[in-house]
């Protein structure tokens, strides 16, 4: 059930925390800490408090958080184990109906990308299909870590932006 913007802000800092835990995967720290933000007077307030907070945490806590999202066609998935958010994402882009070749393209791409970063590779799958995420996994794989952690960052920002309009109600 979508809620509004002012029923949001009425909740309890608990039940705030427990409606949007799902933006951040497996980290409600963020809507925790934006909980003690509110009152919001619109959501791109929201989304943009919960973005400065990712920006401003400390680099464990940023890292953690990259490495709290699942290999994208991995083995969760293959065992029915992602989060309700992450198998739509997956779904929408098609990675949920891989032929075995496909699967074991991007599982080798998955490997090299977690060898070289010890991270998974994010990327905003609603934003993109089977072969264009594997064409970024291959082009990022250029990068250094550095960049590599800023550009998994800013995916999960995009990430969020979309949760975060799943689970509120049109702004009229």
């Not at 705030?16 to 799902?22: D, E, S």
């Not at 809507?31 to 464990?60: D, G, Y």
Request: glycine residues 4%; aromatic residues 6%.
């Amino acid at each position: 059930m979508k809620r509004s913007l002012a029923e949001l802000n009425a909740l309890t800092a608990e039940a705030f925390t427990a409606y949007l835990g799902g933006i951040y995967e497996h980290s409600p720290w963020i809507p925790e800490a934006a909980a003690a933000l509110r009152p919001f007077a619109e959501r791109s307030a929201l989304k943009a408090a919960m973005a400065v907070i990712v920006q401003q945490a400390p680099e464990a806590a940023q890292l953690a958080l990259i490495r709290a999202h699942p290999d994208l066609a991995g083995k969760l998935a293959r065992l029915g184990q992602l989060t309700p958010e992450s198998a739509r994402e997956q779904a929408a882009a098609g990675l949920n109906a891989m032929d075995a070749a496909e699967i074991a393209v991007m599982t080798a791409a998955n490997e090299a990308y977690r060898e070289k970063f010890g991270f998974p590779f994010i990327i905003c799958a609603r934003r993109h299909t089977k072969d264009s995420i594997l064409a970024a996994i291959h082009q990022r794989l250029q990068h250094d870590a550095s960049s590599e952690c800023a550009a998994a960052l800013e995916e999960i920002h995009h990430i969020a932006q979309l949760r975060t309009d799943d689970l509120l109600c049109p702004e009229i």
